[in-house]
C-alpha cells in the first residue's frame, strides 16, 4: 500500500522560514510529478510547486523567488523549502506523487501539514 507522509509544518513569524518533507513508501516502481498544494480556510486547493523526475521545476506566481522544491529520488521524497513567508501562505500543505505501482499509475495524496504564518 502506498503512502506519503508530510512532515515539517508549524507556525512561524512573517519572512521566517520553513522546510516541508513529503516521504512516499510502499511498493512503488516508479516516481514522476511530485507536487505539493495547498488549501487555505475557505478556499480551493492549489498547486504550489511541481517537480518531474527529470529535476524540472515550476511555480505558482505567488510564491516564485520565495519557494524552493526538490526530490531526492533515492530517498523518495520531495521538500518544499518555504521562505520569506507572509500571513497569506498560511494553509494546510498537501503532497501529491504521480506514481505507478506495478501495472497501476495513479495520483496518490499526503494527509496534509499545517502551516501558519502570523503577522
Known amino acids: 500500500q502506498v503512502q506519503l507522509v508530510e512532515s515539517g509544518g508549524g507556525l512561524v513569524q512573517a519572512g521566517g522560514s520553513l522546510r516541508l518533507s513529503c516521504v512516499a513508501s510502499?511498493?512503488?516502481?516508479?516516481?514522476?510529478?511530485m507536487d505539493w498544494y495547498r488549501q487555505a480556510p475557505g478556499k480551493q486547493r492549489e498547486l504550489v510547486a511541481t517537480?518531474?523526475?527529470?529535476?524540472?521545476?515550476n511555480f505558482a506566481d505567488s510564491v516564485k523567488g520565495r519557494f524552493t522544491i526538490s526530490r531526492d529520488n533515492a530517498k523518495k521524497t520531495v521538500y518544499l523549502q518555504m521562505n520569506s513567508l507572509k500571513p497569506e501562505d498560511t494553509a494546510v500543505y498537501y503532497c501529491?506523487?504521480?506514481?505507478?505501482?506495478?501495472?497501476?499509475?495513479?495520483?496518490?495524496w499526503g494527509q496534509g501539514t499545517q502551516v501558519t504564518v502570523s503577522s
Open positions: 510502499g511498493s512503488i516502481s516508479s516516481i514522476y510529478d
Open positions: 517537480i518531474t523526475n527529470q529535476g524540472s521545476t
Open positions: 501529491n506523487a504521480d506514481l505507478r505501482t506495478g501495472l497501476y499509475r495513479r495520483d496518490y
